[in-house]
């Protein structure tokens, strides 16, 4: 499968912005979806993830009640509403991709997409 994620830029302290994930070349609905993200100088890490069907969803506690991960299976999208956002929410984001249950650890995931920048201004 392909991904091609889509929606970062520049926004301010406390704005919002909504990452798309593209899905091709395979049937979506049987992947679960990954958000991850990557700061200068640090690991990538997990943000959230949407199981197949949309039946489990995780946050990292670094964004729950802020971020909210969503599936639009009939479009082969993932989304990532990201609201309140802070500038440690700086980062490279990247969409992966894993056979149906999201997992914590991106070595597990197969499939990436190529990351979309965002960058929170104080």
């Known amino acids: 499968v392909q991904l091609q994620a889509s929606g970062g830029g520049l926004v301010q302290a406390g704005g919002s912005l909504r990452l798309s994930c593209a899905a091709s070349?395979?049937?979506?609905?049987?992947?679960?979806m990954g958000w991850f993200r990557q700061a200068p100088g640090k690991e990538r890490e997990i943000v959230a993830g949407?199981?197949?069907?949309?039946?489990?969803?995780y946050y990292a506690d670094s964004v729950k009640s802020r971020f909210t991960i969503s599936r639009d299976d009939a479009k082969n999208t993932v989304y990532l509403q990201m609201n309140s956002l802070k500038p440690e929410d700086t980062a490279l984001y990247y969409c992966?991709?894993?056979?149906?249950?999201?997992?914590?650890?991106?070595?597990?995931?197969?499939?990436w997409g190529q990351g979309t920048l965002v960058t929170v201004s104080s």
């Open positions: 070349g395979r049937t979506f609905s049987g992947y679960a």
């Open positions: 992966a991709a894993r056979s149906y249950h999201y997992s914590l650890e991106s070595r597990e995931y197969g499939y």
């Open positions: 949407i199981n197949w069907g949309g039946g489990g969803i």
